[in-house]
Nanobody
Framework: QVQLVESGGGLVQAGGSLRLSCAASGRTFGTWAMGWFRQAPGKEREFVAT????????SYADSVKGRFTISRDNAKNTVYLQMNSLKPEDTAVYYC????????????WGQGTQVTVSS
């Protein structure tokens, strides 16, 4: 089993920045990738960004490209999401997720952290 704990959410004004962290613990050996997703009220959960655990390759949703940066610290089993130039439409609960090797989906999810961007 793997446990994921997010932190770093909060209230920020439009144009501001936040950095989310997600610490993984438990049986993390065999991690293939970690990602961030978000869900706004009344909307479906959507992909934000992902990073491969070995090579560090990244991918982003078009809506956050150039504003958000995903990174990882393998030694700490932690993934980060630096969010700059925040917009009110970025308001959502942000979830981190972990994909294991040979899995076609994300296998583990955190409890989520609220990000609220005021206009």
């Amino acid at each position: 089993q793997v446990q994921l704990v997010e932190s770093g959410g909060g209230l920020v004004q439009a144009g501001g920045s936040l950095r989310l962290s997600c610490a993984a613990s438990g049986r993390t050996f065999g991690t293939w990738a970690m990602g961030w997703f978000r869900q706004a009220p009344g909307k479906e959960r959507e992909f934000v960004a992902t990073i491969s655990w070995s090579g560090g390759s990244t991918s982003y949703a078009d809506s956050v490209k150039g504003r958000f940066t995903i990174s990882r610290d393998n030694a700490k089993n932690t993934v980060y999401l630096q969010m700059n130039s925040l917009k009110p439409e970025d308001t959502a609960v942000y979830y981190c997720a972990l994909q294991m090797v040979a899995s076609i989906t994300y296998d583990y999810w955190g409890q989520g952290t609220q990000v609220t961007v005021s206009s």
